[in-house]
């Protein structure tokens, strides 16, 4: 069992920065792959990156590519999920997930944080 805890959100202005993480408990955080989703009010749950166990291999979905970096330290069991240049499209409650089972499917979830970018 694997349990998430997100921080980070807040209130931004366009083009400002946030940097979200996720701790999670346990310890075999790094045999976990690792992502964050997101989801605006009455739109469906969206992917935003993943990456996998060592970060050797990582993946962003289109519209946050080039501005926001997903990272992952092991040694503090923490996920981290860069955004620059941030839009008030990218105003959603962000989830972090871990251990992919297939596809966009993750076996466990955080409770999320909330992104509001004003205009």
């Known amino acids: 069992q694997v349990q998430l805890v997100e921080s980070g959100g807040g209130l931004v202005q366009a083009g400002d920065s946030l940097r979200l993480s996720c701790a999670a408990s346990?310890?075999?955080?790094?045999?976990?792959?690792m992502a964050w989703f997101r989801q605006a009010l009455g739109k469906e749950r969206e992917f935003v990156a993943a990456i996998s166990r060592s970060a050797g291999s990582i993946s962003y979905g289109d519209s946050v590519k080039g501005r926001f970096t997903i990272s992952r330290d092991n040694a503090k069991n923490t996920v981290y999920l860069q955004m620059n240049s941030l839009k008030p499209e990218d105003t959603a409650v962000y989830y972090c997930a871990a251990d992919r089972v297939i596809n966009n499917n993750y076996r466990y979830w955080g409770q999320g944080t909330q992104v509001t970018v004003s205009s």
């Open positions: 346990g310890r075999t955080f790094s045999s976990y792959s």
